[in-house]
């Protein structure tokens, strides 16, 4: 199984300033399709998650575009240009390359200082 | 507009059963496979199962920590997915979400389901 591993566990970031989460999988997320399977969520407080980016750079309808995602293979990174008070919650990247399985990382909570 | 709401949860004693529904709107239902993930508190997504489309025999596939006690069903003629959860654990108390498959962009509300003595 693949296995999605997060960093940082957590940030407390300033409003304006910049926020940056990593996501490695343990093995590459890139498909013989073309496409590398490799999603970013967020799951506000009392929430289901939310896309944000789809195939690693793609925002989905609606995501500002103060965040955005970049990466290849098996490196992946979700940036906040300026963290706003309602980017607060738990980011989640999640991979679909081995399907039926999805897997998740374990997450990283942003909080405001 | 896409809309996923999943019902049935409650509270059930070890070894029980529910059965979980999730009703779907918005978009061609028949078409797509459908996946359920889950949630305990405080705790990160764990994948359930899904259920692909009838074009792809509705082939069903599960986490090893549910294989031979969950059952994922499907009624396009009702755009409904079921989650069949038998002899259920302790471990399984959790929030159930319904997922869109293929884009994964759409997730129901969740349904909470708490199993104790």
């Known amino acids: 199984d693949i296995v999605m591993t997060q960093t940082p566990l957590s940030l407390s970031v300033t409003p304006g300033q910049p926020a940056s989460i990593s996501c490695k999988s343990s093995?590459?997320?890139?498909?013989?399709?073309?496409?590398?399977?490799l999603y970013w969520y967020l799951q506000k407080p009392g929430q289901p998650p939310q896309l944000l980016i789809y195939?690693?750079?793609n925002r989905f309808s609606g995501v500002p575009d103060r965040i955005s995602g970049s990466g290849s293979g098996t490196d992946f990174t979700l940036k906040i240009s300026r963290v706003e008070a309602e980017d607060v919650g738990v980011y989640y990247c999640?991979?679909?390359?081995?399907?039926?399985?999805?897997?998740f990382g374990g997450g990283t909570k942003v909080e405001i200082k | 507009e896409v809309q996923l709401v999943e019902s049935g949860g409650g509270l059930v004693q070890p070894g029980g059963s529910l059965k979980l529904s999730c009703a779907a709107s918005?978009?061609?239902?028949?078409?797509?496979?459908m996946h359920w993930v889950r949630q305990a508190s405080g705790k990160g997504l764990e994948w359930v199962g899904r259920?692909?489309?009838?074009?792809?025999?509705?082939?069903?596939a599960y986490a090893a920590s549910v294989k031979g006690r969950f059952t994922i069903s499907r009624d396009d003629s009702k755009n409904m997915v079921y989650l069949q959860m038998n002899s259920l654990k302790t471990d399984d108390t959790a929030v159930y979400y319904c997922v869109r498959g293929g884009d994964f962009d759409y997730w129901g509300q969740g349904t909470l389901v708490t199993v104790s003595s």
């Open positions: 259920i692909r489309s009838k074009v792809n025999n509705y082939a069903t």
């Open positions: 999640m991979q679909s390359i081995q399907l039926p399985a999805l897997t």
């Open positions: 195939e690693v750079s």
């Open positions: 093995q590459s997320l890139l498909h013989s399709d073309g496409k590398t399977h």
């Open positions: 918005g978009f061609t239902f028949s078409g797509s496979a």
